[in-house]
């Protein structure tokens, strides 16, 4: 596994001082997220599919882009802390440029990146304060399905495991109400999400 020595599964809690930052914006932002392998691109196109706006995911256009350019995964993935941090980096610049006010669904957002910095060894709180610029309308966090391989993983269930409980923490110590979104056929979690919007008046 590329990188495998540089795992380190950290559970080092986020700064209860940053944590009282107050948010700089409020936004119509609905981010979809959770480990690898829980659905979040198949629901992003179904969501796309109705007309909504949807920004996909920074890291996988990333890999994308480098496999396109002749890179290998095992090149890409060499140091896997500092991809992690050029992920956040990425996202972070995505983010910065939407408008705040504009209905968009994310496939995945800042926050996120706190659970891998922690995977990969890196301290989460050293991007914690990055995580106060924007403030989302709702957070769903899909249930895990089974692993599929899809070219640019090489997660372990037990990291799988990690990621899905620290995401969750993550989001919910910023203060999300976090939406946990159950293992259903792809149209029928479409339903279960938007019913739960309808009933936030969104």
Known sequence: MPGRSNYSFHTTPLD???LSTPFETQTNWHVITGAPSCGKTTLLDLLADKGYKTIP???RQYMEGELAKGRTIQEVHANAAALQALFFKIQFEVERELPADELFFLDGAVPGSLAWFRLFGRNPNEILPEC??????????LDRLPLKQNGFRFEELGQIDFLDDWITRDYTALGYDVVRVPVLPPQERLTFLLQRLNEKGQ
């Open 57 to 59: 995911e920074s890291a």
């Open 132 to 141: 106060f610029h924007h403030r989302y309308a709702a957070v769903f966090i």
């Open 16 to 18: 209860q001082q940053i």
